[in-house]
């Protein structure tokens, strides 16, 4: 099992650059999330997906942050336009659905946009 | 609605001293409970959880948790720390979603540091 995988481990870009951040979750789980981190926040959820469909993405922030997941095993974070305030570390989860099962999580991205 | 609260920002103890880590929760339900660890540059790694059963869970690395209802409380502990649990450590309570999948809501976190 090689857990959640998520590239790139660190990106820096400038302001106005488009950022696209990849997941791969355990194979098997239905469930995949995008959190960011920020010393401010804390941990924020930002969409889950069941089954690659989005349910709720209240959580994210503005219409610049986007994400879409085309099948079980990739879902892509994509900023555009990215601006500093952006600049945290997100990470992506996944688990199986309706099993109370916990969350596993990548070891994150971490942007700075400068 | 769902709110984790962590008291503690940042606890310093010395290596084989005990440990506790506050943790309170506030949700309409009954609660389904996690304790997690992040270590520098690192994703967050499941420590140990409760769902139902026995208030005193057991989890990896000698830690252990005691879920308290009529305390609304879900505190981390460990007889004797190692330097190896410096990290950041945080309480989540779970929510079974609509669509049966399970969001996490964080508390903020407790960062541990160990002194020799």
């Known amino acids: 099992d090689a857990g959640v995988i998520q590239s790139p481990r660190h990106e820096v870009t400038e302001m106005g650059q488009e950022v696209t951040l990849r997941c791969k979750p355990i194979?098997?789980?239905?469930?995949l999330f995008w959190y960011r981190q920020t010393m401010m926040r804390g941990l924020e959820l930002l969409i889950y997906?069941?089954?690659?469909?989005?349910?709720?993405d209240s959580g994210m922030p503005e219409d610049r942050f986007s994400a879409k997941m085309p099948n079980a095993s990739f879902s892509t974070l994509k900023i555009q336009p990215s601006e500093p305030r952006d600049s945290a570390v997100y990470f992506c989860?996944?688990?199986?659905?309706?099993?109370?099962?916990?969350?596993?999580f990548g070891n994150g991205t971490r942007l700075t946009v400068t | 609605a769902q709110s984790v609260t962590q008291p503690d920002i940042h606890i310093t103890v010395s290596e084989g001293a005990s440990l506790e880590l506050r943790c309170n929760y506030s949700?309409?339900?009954?609660?389904?409970l996690f304790w997690y660890v992040q270590s520098p540059g690192q994703g967050l790694q499941l420590l140990l959880k409760y769902f139902s059963g026995d208030t005193l869970v057991q989890g990896i690395k000698g830690f252990e948790a005691e879920f308290k209802r009529s305390q609304s409380s879900f505190n981390l502990r460990k007889p004797s720390v190692h330097w190896s649990d410096a990290a950041e450590y945080f309480c989540a309570v779970g929510a079974s979603l609509e669509t049966g999948a399970n969001n996490l809501f964080f508390g903020t976190g407790t960062r541990l540091t160990v002194i020799p």
């Open positions: 997906f069941n089954n690659n469909v989005p349910i709720d």
């Open positions: 949700y309409g339900a009954t609660p389904y």
């Open positions: 194979s098997g789980h239905n469930s």
């Open positions: 989860a996944s688990s199986f659905r309706g099993h109370n099962s916990p969350l596993h």
